[in-house]
């Protein structure tokens, strides 16, 4: 294996990790909203909603720049 | 000869569909797992955040339906000082009602705020008590003044209508 691509396997495995803790952190906010409705808290479960968004908006575009990087790739 | 050809072509053919079955080489399959792992990793993240929205939509939903109006006792049964569970407005919620010293009627969810243990009258010293951690509510009006909870109990609306008592609503503070 190359520099080049041992360097490219880290970056991967990277994104990779980011995205699993990324819906770990996903978990813990749905558990948090499920513990927020039993106390019948309101603010709770939206402002975890969104940070549950905002955490896959930043998921989605890791993935996509892997396929795009992917693709790059298969093009060349 | 001519046969062997054929024999050849069909154990390419075999080759070839096998090929097709099991299209990743050996030493590219853990690059191909992490690619497949990426793509369910933010397929899960997609249905997290769609199942957090949905439970978010939940209070607005339950905010706006009608709560019943649920016979709870009569006025006459609880004598002052006294305390008489029931359920509102599922069969699942416990609630406890407890006639204050005054004479007026209090009603209360029995769920602690803190870490959802039943809360219990303590007629001694006239408070709601959690035996799980120890924390206190004031009868008055369900607010916490000792223990880990710090978020009044929801409190429920009662009606009275002649000696009957109904639970009609619930109060979050």
């Not at chain 2, 054929?6 to 080759?15: I, M, N, P, Q, R």
Request: net charge neutral; proline share 6%; aromatic share 8%.
């Amino acid at each position: 294996m190359s520099t080049r691509q041992a360097q490219g396997t880290t970056v991967f495995t990277a994104i990779l990790v980011l995205i699993g803790v990324g819906v770990v952190v996903q978990l813990w906010l749905l558990t948090a909203t499920v513990d927020a409705l039993r106390r019948h808290e309101s603010g709770t479960p939206l402002l975890a909603a969104i940070a549950s968004g905002v955490v896959f908006v930043f998921n989605g575009f890791l993935v996509l720049y892997v396929f795009a990087f992917d693709r790059k790739i298969k093009n060349k | 000869m001519p046969e062997n050809k054929t024999d050849d072509c069909l154990e390419c053919k075999k080759k070839d569909r096998w090929r097709e079955d099991f299209p990743i080489e050996w030493e590219n399959d853990n690059y191909i797992t992490r690619r497949e792992m990426v793509k369910y990793l933010a397929l899960g993240s997609l249905t997290i955040a769609g199942a957090n929205f949905l439970l978010a939509g939940i209070p607005k939903l339950a905010s706006t339906s009608v709560m019943p109006r649920t016979r709870v006792a009569t006025a006459s049964s609880l004598a002052p000082g006294g305390s008489k569970l029931f359920t509102y407005p599922g069969s699942q919620d416990p609630c406890i009602m407890v006639r204050q010293t005054s004479g007026e009627l209090v009603a209360y969810s029995q769920v602690c705020t803190h870490l959802s243990c039943a809360v219990i009258h303590n007629e001694k010293d006239n408070n709601l008590f959690c035996p799980c951690h120890q924390g206190y509510f004031a009868v008055a009006d369900g607010r916490p003044f000792a223990g880990p909870p710090s978020r009044p109990l929801p409190r429920i609306k009662l009606e009275q209508v002649d000696d009957e008592i109904f639970a009609v609503g619930v109060e979050v503070g």
